[in-house]
């Protein structure tokens, strides 16, 4: 009997995401394969690292050396009041190949076209830098990106901040997703300011979002981080270490759903 294609949706979170990279090591620990990879914003980083033949704990080393100025700079543009550019320096400097075709798994990033609205899937060929960066460009923080063919793409967070179509789109018979959206965020606490409510609204449409894409999932893995900002890389460490143990609790229902 053939065994089943397994993919696994990642989605976004700022910093949050070094939780994924502990997911990728417990399931590489526990030889889980990972036949595809669909990635939103920081899933799309993690997830193109991964799918470019780097391991988990080469990721988290790489990722050690992220900051905010190693990946952002400030724009001139009155489209967005940073530019990540330096995020794809960093990624062609630290990434095995940088091209969709010379991937060692299959991988689709999420962005969304600014005009239209519409969700945009990167995949199969082309740049993985560009690809990364658009699905990275949170809106109004980042420039949009240009892919080149003329449409300017945003974070793929607005349209589909956790890509489980995009991954059983790849051919995922068996899906894992990875929630780093849906746990919460308890550090805002009751909002007292014009802007704290804004930010807290906004998560929540997020969570809505992205909870509202787990029925395409076998399994949902939502690492406990609620308490941790998206903004917050120096947590990196403890991040790393919460996803690990969220996957390692799913990791019988995983293998029980593979067979």
């Known amino acids: 009997m053939p065994e089943k294609k397994i993919g696994l949706a990642l989605s976004g979170g700022g910093a949050r995401g070094y939780s994924h990279i502990g997911v990728l090591r417990a399931l590489a620990e526990h030889d889980i394969p990972?036949?595809?990879?669909?990635?939103?914003?920081?899933?799309?980083?993690v997830g193109g690292a991964y799918a470019s033949g780097l391991s988990a704990d080469e990721i988290f080393e790489i990722g050690k050396k992220i900051g905010w100025f190693s990946i952002a700079g400030f724009s001139y543009s009155p489209r967005g009041f940073l530019s990540?550019?330096?995020?794809?320096t960093f990624i062609e400097k630290h990434f095995p190949v940088t091209r969709f075709e010379d991937l060692i798994i299959p991988f689709a990033a999420c962005a969304c076209d600014l005009e239209t609205g519409k969700e945009v899937v990167l995949k199969d060929e082309g740049d993985l830098v560009t690809a990364i960066r658009a699905?990275?460009?949170?809106?109004?923080?980042?420039?949009?990106?240009?892919?080149?063919?003329?449409?300017?793409?945003?974070?793929?967070?607005?349209?589909?901040?956790?890509?489980?179509?995009?991954?059983r789109k790849l051919g995922a018979e068996v899906l894992i997703a990875v929630d780093?959206?849906?746990c919460g965020s308890a550090y805002f606490g009751t909002p007292t300011t014009l802007v704290g409510t804004f930010f807290?609204?906004?998560?929540?449409?997020?969570r809505t979002a992205s909870k509202n894409q787990h029925y395409r999932a076998d399994v949902v893995i939502e690492p406990p981080i609620a308490h941790i900002r998206p903004d917050e890389i120096a947590k990196r460490d403890e991040l790393f270490e919460l996803g690990y143990k969220a996957?390692?609790?799913?990791?019988?229902?995983?293998?029980?759903?593979i067979g």
Request: glycine letters at 12%.
């Open 247 to 257: 996957a390692i609790e799913k990791m019988a229902e995983i293998k029980s759903i």
């Open 135 to 167: 699905s990275c460009a949170i809106p109004g923080v980042f420039v949009p990106v240009d892919d080149g063919n003329g449409r300017q793409l945003i974070d793929g967070g607005v349209v589909s901040p956790m890509p489980t179509k995009s991954a």
């Open 200 to 206: 807290q609204a906004a998560m929540m449409l997020l």
């Open 84 to 88: 990540n550019a330096a995020m794809g």
């Open 180 to 182: 780093l959206m849906t």
């Open 34 to 45: 990972i036949d595809m990879i669909a990635g939103t914003s920081a899933g799309s980083f």
